[in-house]
């Protein structure tokens, strides 16, 4: 099992009460719904999703939308259990899957 720490945040109430409520309709907690949020940022080492001050330009991605991305994401990072993978086993997954590619075009 990965080693975890507590992160302290603070967050406006309704703010809390009302992602509670979008992520138990989504089946996880918020304490899940941030962990799939870092860890797509940090695989993706962006946002995972567009900021935009512009709403009405039709490229944003609503709250909704985003969520239910990184649910998607989420389910299948559990199916193709690399849920609990440490990012260096993802590099040396990535690594072996290149190499292997690499081999095939060689030959």
């Known amino acids: 099992m990965a ?8 967050i406006d109430r309704n703010l809390k009460d009302e992602a ?10 918020l304490t ?3 962990t799939v949020f ?14 935009s ?7 944003s991605v609503t709250m909704a939308e985003a969520m239910a991305a990184s649910e ?3 389910q299948a990072s559990v199916q193709n259990g690399t849920d609990t993978m ?3 086993e993802i590099d ?6 290149r190499s292997e590619r690499k081999a095939k075009v060689n030959v």
Do not use: Y
Not at 20 to 29: E, I, K, R, S, Y
């Open 38 to 51: 870092v860890r797509q940022a940090v695989r993706q080492k962006k946002i995972p999703f567009e900021i």
């Open 72 to 74: 998607r994401i989420w």
């Open 86 to 88: 440490t990012m260096d």
């Open 20 to 29: 509670d409520t979008v992520f138990n309709a989504l089946g996880m907690n």
């Open 92 to 97: 040396a997954e990535i690594a072996a899957a």
């Open 32 to 34: 899940t719904a941030i």
């Open 53 to 59: 001050l512009d709403a009405g330009s039709g490229s």
């Open 3 to 10: 080693d975890t720490t507590n992160l302290s945040i603070r």
